[in-house]
């Protein structure tokens, strides 16, 4: 009987362990990078990254047709002479002169909410990097030139990640480059949508929508599995609730290099 006892025990751990080494760790910390000025590809951080795919939209084919994405809102505003305001991120026309009136860019078309939505299906899986570049509000009630912006991002199930806000603008609504900047997040679980809000506009712009899924293990350490043997099942119900409660942590970086 006691050896059967002794079974049974070493049988249930032996499948919690092989779930939990085989299950991605859930609920990862959302990061929050810090807006920073971009103008161009290079300045993003999340460039030089190793990544399973990584997709960058410019726009400048006149499409939102990168793999695996669709947007709620937005349309393209195209360079033209009569077209004072398109402002693309600096680079797209070939020269950074500090004006992206020659790109294209996705335009909010009198809605203050963007949202983009990654199909996994398409993607083989999540991305874990978001980015967007704002590129420039017109109209708002902050004052013209001036807004406040939100970026929150979403998980597999539509659960909200958190918001980043900050206040951008250098109150001129053409195509002036300076106060461009990056929003982004990750989240190596997956993220499934985010959100670019102007509560206070509906006339404002976007760029360089970036998304990638980083070659990362998210399973825990052998340290950690072997302190597992030790402590028997216990061990696993405290892991998981250091899990569950690590769900809610969220962190802001300044722009620093991403390591993976
Ligand atoms: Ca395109
Ligand atoms: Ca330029
Ligand atoms: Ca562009
Ligand atoms: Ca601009």
């Known amino acids: 009987m006691m050896k059967k006892l ?25 990061t929050y990078l810090e807006p920073s000025p971009y103008k161009s590809f290079d300045d993003s951080p999340f460039k030089g990254g190793n990544y399973s795919y990584f997709n960058l939209e410019n726009f400048e084919d006149g499409l939102l047709n990168t793999p ?11 360079p033209s002479p009569l077209n004072i305001s398109t402002d693309s991120v600096d680079s797209d026309d ?10 294209y860019s996705w335009y909010s078309a009198n809605k203050s909410t963007m949202r983009f939505s990654f199909n996994a299906s398409v993607l083989g899986a999540l991305p874990t990097n978001v980015g967007i570049v704002w590129t420039d509000v017109g109209f708002s009630n902050t004052g013209l030139g001036f807004g406040n912006v ?24 053409r195509g002036q480059t300076a106060e461009d900047r990056f929003f982004g997040a990750i989240n190596l679980d997956g993220i499934s949508a985010i ?26 350490e052998p340290s950690f599995l072997l ?15 250091c899990q569950r409660k690590s769900a809610s942590k969220i962190k802001v970086l300044s722009r620093t290099p991403i390591q993976y």
């Open 6 to 30: 002794s079974k049974m025990t070493a049988t249930v751990l032996f499948m919690a362990l092989s779930s939990i080494a085989t299950t991605p760790v859930a609920n990862a910390v959302t």
């Open 68 to 78: 695996g994405v669709t947007a709620s809102n937005g349309v393209i505003n195209s």
């Open 94 to 103: 070939r020269v950074i002169d500090g004006s992206g009136l020659n790109g």
């Open 150 to 173: 939100n970026l929150e991002a979403f998980d597999a199930l539509g659960t909200s990640l958190g918001v980043l806000g900050s206040i951008v603008g250098d109150g001129d609504f």
């Open 195 to 220: 959100e670019i809000r102007m509560l206070d506009s509906t006339d404002w712009e976007v760029d360089h929508l970036q998304y990638g899924r980083a070659n990362s293990q998210s399973v825990p």
């Open 227 to 241: 302190g597992l043997f030790a402590v028997g099942a216990m061990g696993i119900g405290l892991r998981l609730q």
